[in-house]
């Protein structure tokens, strides 16, 4: 008899960021088969998801994948449900609409490496700061390029693991990384993101390295911040090949700019300044190849004759991918709904 090692995950409920947590469950003659993982519960009552006079919170398995970094093992996301079986308040993953997978994402994670004993940026010296920023953007020597073991190891236990990550590269601060993921639905988009950010928060313990979220760490100093950019597409915007139908799915942003930055992560006012390729939280704007916008056209899509797809530049790093991408697919298919639009 062969015995598993199941780490199922979850997001709590502490607001206005969730985290994640985990805990393992032993399993007999597991076929590593998402159907056959059980259904499992926990202690709402110390995750800010349930009082301690009636703590049980459910959690349903949906997705698995391999644990590259123990024997036997697999990763199990789950949404959290309450008693009855509904969705928990906390759970953005119920919310997303995409039954068909029509929405394809690609979602690029921006992040520090924190040495929690200075409290600052791997790179950073503990009194003062490095070099000004321009030398780390996809740098190379060990005085530009500051972790990069950790982010190594990183992409080769994701890419073992079997999540779809597209690349890496070093980002334009010191110490900040980036990795980026595709894939074909949103809610297994949003999976494979959470997944990756647990891999790199559990690799880093080793190291005794944080991972900071948070999209501006260095406050307004002259530091770039960290995103989340959004790259969307569904069937309408990869077939079109029509340069008005982008314009309109793109003005059907303008109006639910406050309904879009509900989402996109807890203190992206802070990064979303104008500056550094950033466009200002209050505005609105869409342009080819415009990184100061709040949605860039990716030149791409213009060259292949107006069919590929957009990006968003909005979402901060800590935005929770299920909640984003919902809120994408929701401001997408009023286009369709209110305007016809190439349906």
């Known amino acids: 008899m062969s015995r598993a090692k ?80 509904t969705p928990h308040v906390s759970n953005g993953r119920a919310i997303i609409d995409d039954d068909d997978n029509d929405f394809w994402f690609g979602f690029e994670q921006e992040y520090f490496l924190w040495n929690p004993e200075t409290n600052k940026p791997l790179g950073f010296p503990a009194n003062g700061y490095p070099a000004p920023q321009g030398q780390y953007y996809c740098s190379v020597g060990a005085n530009n390029a500051y972790g990069r073991e950790i982010v190594e190891e990183h992409l080769d236990v994701c890419l073992e693991a079997g999540l779809n990550v597209e690349g890496i590269n070093a980002e334009v601060a010191a110490g900040q990384w980036e990795f980026q993921i595709f894939a074909k639905g949103a809610a297994e988009a949003g999976d494979q993101i959470w997944v990756a950010r647990y891999f790199l928060e559990r690799i880093c313990e080793k190291y005794g390295i944080a991972v900071n979220w948070h999209p501006k760490p260095l406050g307004q100093l002259d530091w770039n911040g960290s995103g989340m950019h959004a790259n969307f597409s569904n069937s309408i915007l990869r077939t079109c090949g029509d340069k008005g139908v982008y314009e309109s799915i793109c003005e059907a942003f303008r109006p639910v700019v406050t309904e879009h930055i509900e989402v996109y992560g807890a203190h992206n006012d802070q990064r979303l300044t104008g500056k550094h390729e950033t466009a200002s939280i209050t505005d609105f704007s869409y342009g080819v190849s415009d990184r100061g916008a709040s949605i ?48």
């Not at 199922?8 to 994640?20: A, C, E, F, K, R």
């Not at 107006?306 to 298919?333: F, M, Q």
């Open 296 to 343: 860039r056209i990716p030149i791409g899509t213009v060259e292949r004759g107006w069919k590929g797809w957009l990006e968003d530049r909005r979402p901060a790093s800590n935005g929770d991918p299920y909640k984003i991408a919902a809120r994408i697919i929701k401001t997408v298919k009023s286009v369709e709904v209110n305007n016809a639009v190439a349906v």
């Open 6 to 85: 199941l780490e199922y995950i979850w997001l709590d409920g502490y607001v206005p960021t969730q985290s994640l947590r985990s805990k393992t469950k032993i399993v007999s003659d597991f076929s590593g088969r998402l159907e056959d993982c059980e259904m499992w519960s926990f202690d709402g009552s110390s995750t800010e998801q349930a009082e301690g006079n009636s703590s049980d919170c459910l959690l349903k398995p949906v997705f698995i994948c391999p644990d590259p970094q123990r024997k036997n093992a697999y990763l199990v996301m789950c949404e959290v449900l309450n008693p009855n079986g």
